[in-house]
């Protein structure tokens, strides 16, 4: 009974680490709130506000090629429960968040046992890369809880102890296609592992070979790619021919040589792996002890969740191999997002290993390493308890901006503000202007100059040739400089004509 307690009061407490190292900043709206923010939460407003549905969703890396629409309309919901309160898309991504962190550790739990759920969720808890992502929007960031949907899955499936195996297949199928829709490169690499697997695998062969569990899979797989088959259709298939043209001919934006690939794509897992632990600390010595536990399987054999290692591992294996082969074009991290959850089902299997010989002393290692990350976990809270929460390049300080434009305005309902952001187009401002409209009936403002004068919003940018250009060509030369206000790095002016 008081062991329960114990565990029941640990598993609190992770979850208040949880909570607390991402809903300060949620509190505070010291979030990332940029470009691709903007014109996301534009488009969820225009799907509700004017009623016009989309069969695509943002802009790859790739000119032409587009993710899912998806990711849209998961942004509705946030912006009918908030009243499209920015802060709202940040509150509905944590939420997301914490149901997958509590399935995760209930799940870990119940086929791991105690010590390795609290080591993995602890490490989420104060991992630098899941907080970040906890509390950033941004449609590769839906693949993290969809991607490990799909790893849980699959899990029951190639130990074959589900009743309900064709619930399962088509669930494989349906979250492997919404991974490629939230992140398109993600998908690309995925599903040509995945079918490797299903050969690789007996226990995934034996399921598809079944032709009924097939077709179930691909029924899953083509539900979330319908829209983008609606986009195809009415642009003459101009996704499919620049998507064929790209796997033929590459763009050749940043052509190397396989060793460097190699190289880079090295260094990039390293990069996964090493965004879990809050610290180089914690990393040595958790690298240490997997080494040591790592040594141990080999020379005792062990095969415990021998299945789900087989499964896991050369996962990792073909994505990486197919990243290598990727190499006439940048490849960027957030391709494979969330890919970290890989390594922690990894590290939670061998956690959970028991040994016949030197058992004692590699469970007291596994119990000093949860200790210690204990430990280090609270010193992260009582840390950042005494800290001040950051104030620039957020979301608050562009809030103040429009907020201060408005109210100096008073009643006027007809004024003209101008906006210069290195992007050039400023989402950020215009769905603040809009947000502001739907919650305190302010209009937005023009962009012509009225009553003689106009505000100016002008952003720090490091081209300097081209910030000068805009505001040569924007500010008259007989304007005169009435009222100038900073807010963190970004500049307020008002001009006005006599």
Same mark, same amino acid.
């Given at each position: @009974? &008081?062991?329960?307690?114990?565990?029941?009061?640990?598993?609190?407490?992770?979850?208040?680490?949880? %909570?607390? *190292?991402?809903?300060?900043?949620?509190?505070?709206?010291?979030?990332?709130?940029?470009?691709?923010?903007?014109?996301?939460?534009?488009?969820?407003?225009?799907?509700?506000?004017?009623?016009?549905?989309?069969?695509?969703?943002?802009?790859?890396?790739?000119?032409?090629?587009?993710?899912?629409?998806?990711?849209?309309?998961?942004?509705?919901?946030?912006?009918?429960?908030?009243?499209?309160?920015?802060?709202?898309?940040?509150?509905?991504?944590?939420?997301?968040?914490?149901?997958? $962190?509590?399935?995760?550790?209930?799940?870990?739990?119940?086929?791991?046992?105690?010590?390795?759920?609290?080591?993995? =969720?602890?490490?989420?808890? =104060?991992?630098?890369?899941?907080?970040?992502?906890?509390?950033?929007?941004?449609?590769?960031?839906?693949?993290?809880?969809?991607? &490990?949907? *799909?790893?849980?899955?699959?899990?029951?499936?190639? !130990?074959?102890?589900?009743?309900?195996?064709?619930?399962?297949?088509?669930?494989?199928?349906?979250?492997?296609?919404?991974?490629?829709?939230?992140?398109?490169?993600?998908?690309?690499?995925?599903?040509?592992?995945?079918?490797?697997?299903?050969?690789?695998?007996?226990?995934?062969?034996?399921?598809? @070979? !079944?032709?009924?569990?097939?077709?179930?899979?691909?029924?899953?797989?083509?539900? /979330?790619?319908?829209?983008?088959?609606?986009?195809?259709?009415?642009?003459?298939?101009?996704?499919?021919?620049?998507?064929?043209?790209?796997?033929?001919?590459? =763009?050749?934006? !940043?052509?190397?040589?396989?060793?460097?690939?190699?190289?880079?794509?090295?260094? #990039?897992?390293?990069?996964?792996?090493?965004?879990?632990?809050?610290?180089?600390?914690?990393?040595?010595?958790?690298?240490?002890?997997?080494?040591? $536990?790592?040594?141990?399987?080999?020379?005792?054999?062990?095969?415990?969740?021998?299945?789900?290692?087989?499964?896991?591992?050369?996962?990792?294996? $073909? #994505?990486?191999?197919?990243?290598?082969?990727?190499?006439?074009?940048?490849?960027?991290?957030?391709?494979?997002?969330?890919?970290?959850?890989v390594f922690l089902l990894i590290m939670a299997v061998f956690f959970t290993i028991q040994f016949k010989v030197h058992?004692?002393?590699?469970?007291?290692?596994?119990?000093?390493?949860?200790?210690?990350?204990?430990?280090?976990?609270?010193? @992260?809270?009582?840390?950042?308890?005494?800290?001040?929460?950051?104030?620039?390049?957020?979301?608050?300080?562009?809030?103040?901006?429009?907020?201060?434009?408005?109210?100096?305005?008073?009643?006027?309902?007809?004024? %003209?503000?101008?906006?210069?952001?290195?992007?050039?187009? /400023?989402?950020?401002?215009?769905?603040?202007?809009?947000?502001?409209?739907?919650?305190?009936?302010?209009? =937005?403002?023009?962009?012509?100059?009225?009553?003689?004068?106009?505000?100016?919003?002008?952003?720090?940018?490091?081209?300097n040739e081209r910030l000068t250009e805009w505001l040569d060509k924007n500010i008259p030369r007989k304007a005169r400089?009435?009222?100038?206000?900073?807010?963190?790095?970004?500049?307020?002016?008002?001009?006005?004509?006599?």
């Amino acid at each position: @009974m &008081l062991k329960k307690i114990i565990a029941a009061a640990l598993f609190i407490f992770v979850i208040f680490l949880f %909570c607390y *190292f991402r809903l300060k900043p949620l509190y505070f709206q010291t979030v990332g709130y940029t470009y691709d923010q903007g014109r996301d939460f534009l488009k969820a407003a225009e799907i509700i506000l004017d009623k016009n549905p989309t069969f695509i969703g943002p802009t790859t890396g790739i000119q032409g090629l587009f993710h899912g629409a998806w990711y849209y309309y998961i942004l509705v919901i946030p912006f009918i429960l908030f009243g499209g309160a920015p802060i709202g898309f940040y509150h509905f991504n944590f939420f997301l968040h914490l149901v997958s $962190f509590i399935l995760l550790m209930y799940f870990i739990y119940k086929y791991f046992g105690f010590l390795a759920s609290l080591m993995v =969720t602890l490490l989420i808890a =104060t991992s630098p890369y899941f907080i970040f992502t906890s509390i950033f929007v941004g449609n590769n960031i839906m693949v993290l809880p969809t991607l &490990l949907l *799909f790893l849980l899955i699959n899990f029951f499936l190639v !130990n074959r102890n589900h009743k309900k195996i064709a619930l399962l297949v088509f669930l494989a199928g349906l979250f492997a296609g919404l991974i490629t829709e939230f992140e398109l490169a993600f998908g690309f690499f995925l599903l040509p592992s995945y079918i490797l697997l299903i050969f690789l695998l007996e226990s995934l062969r034996q399921t598809f @070979m !079944n032709v009924r569990n097939l077709l179930i899979f691909f029924a899953g797989l083509a539900i /979330p790619f319908i829209p983008r088959l609606f986009f195809e259709l009415k642009n003459n298939f101009s996704q499919t021919r620049i998507f064929f043209q790209n796997l033929l001919q590459g =763009t050749t934006q !940043n052509v190397n040589s396989y060793a460097e690939v190699l190289q880079d794509r090295v260094n #990039l897992f390293f990069g996964y792996y090493k965004s879990l632990f809050a610290n180089d600390a914690i990393l040595i010595i958790f690298t240490l002890l997997f080494l040591v $536990f790592l040594i141990a399987v080999l020379e005792n054999k062990v095969k415990k969740y021998d299945s789900l290692l087989n499964f896991l591992i050369p996962l990792l294996s $073909f #994505l990486f191999f197919f990243s290598v082969l990727y190499k006439e074009n940048f490849f960027w991290g957030n391709y494979f997002e969330g890919i970290q959850y890989v390594f922690l089902l990894i590290m939670a299997v061998f956690f959970t290993i028991q040994f016949k010989v030197h058992s004692i002393l590699f469970s007291f290692l596994k119990l000093s390493f949860v200790v210690a990350l204990l430990g280090n976990s609270i010193l @992260m809270f009582s840390k950042d308890v005494r800290s001040r929460s950051m104030s620039s390049g957020i979301l608050k300080s562009q809030h103040e901006i429009v907020n201060h434009i408005q109210k100096s305005e008073g009643n006027h309902q007809d004024y %003209c503000v101008k906006v210069y952001t290195p992007p050039v187009i /400023p989402y950020t401002y215009n769905y603040l202007f809009l947000y502001n409209k739907l919650s305190k009936k302010i209009e =937005t403002p023009k962009s012509d100059w009225i009553d003689r004068r106009c505000w100016y919003i002008i952003e720090t940018d490091e081209n300097n040739e081209r910030l000068t250009e805009w505001l040569d060509k924007n500010i008259p030369r007989k304007a005169r400089l009435t009222i100038k206000k900073s807010f963190n790095e970004v500049n307020v002016f008002l001009y006005e004509l006599d």
